[in-house]
């Protein structure tokens, strides 16, 4: 259900509730009556009839895909939907949505500010969501973003990429253990300071995630400096 329309069937609940408690209501119009609890704003715009969160996160996604959209316009609608999804119950949307396979599509936009923007919202997404997380790993956009973060030529787009690996390896084992096999060739897993004896490393483990965050920033460095 959308997160909006779940809110507004909560508050009716509840204010129902408190109408059938306050029994002076009847018998006393000037008694002030319990005021409940109040409605979220997207719930307020839905009673109102406006669009929900939902419809504004679809439509801004399909004003970014549109080859009719200036690229200027494309990047405000991108704004508006990271805007959004920095909001848990519609990063949890996504999914019923059908927006992640259009967004992670988009990392491999031929332009590189929708790359960026792109990886910024996968970013604003799987931070501390490990539902969004696990889609993320689901859907196979690991390895794109390993490649933008390690090859892209735009430091921007390098940038953000890296900040979406480091939100999506904190406390979720399965992606990090995917991004330790990627970049082992590529020297950025420093064996001695954090690979356990099992062989892995852990997710847990914020220093030693750190160090694989550093490794990529250096490398996007040296990039820029080469």
């Known amino acids: 259900m959308d997160p909006g329309l779940n809110q507004l069937l909560k508050w009716s609940i509840e204010n129902a509730d408190v109408s059938r408690d306050d029994r002076t209501a009847s018998t006393d119009p000037k008694a002030e009556r319990p005021s409940g609890q109040p409605l979220n704003a997207e719930a307020l715009n839905i009673l109102m009839g406006g669009p929900s969160d939902a419809d504004l996160m679809r439509e801004a996604m399909a004003a970014v895909q549109s080859p009719d959209i200036s690229l200027e316009n494309k990047l405000v609608a991108f704004d508006n939907f990271e805007q959004l999804i920095e909001n848990l119950d519609n990063t949890n949307n996504m999914q019923t949505l059908g927006l992640w396979t259009p967004l992670v599509a988009l990392l491999r936009s031929e332009e590189g500010e929708l790359r960026r923007m792109a990886a910024w919202c996968v970013g604003t997404a799987v931070q501390n969501n490990v539902q969004a997380q696990e889609r993320l790993l689901v859907v196979g956009a690991i390895p794109n973003l390993i490649t933008l973060a390690l090859h892209d030529p735009s430091e921007p787009v390098r ?68």
């Open 159 to 226: 940038r953000k990429a890296i900040y979406a690996l480091s939100s999506e390896i904190r406390n979720y084992q399965p992606a990090l253990d995917v991004v330790v096999q990627a970049l082992q060739p590529e020297g950025l897993i420093p064996t001695k300071s954090i690979v356990k004896a099992s062989g892995g490393v852990d997710a847990h483990d914020m220093e030693a995630v750190d160090l694989i965050v550093e490794g990529l920033r250096r490398r996007s460095e040296e990039k820029r400096s080469g």
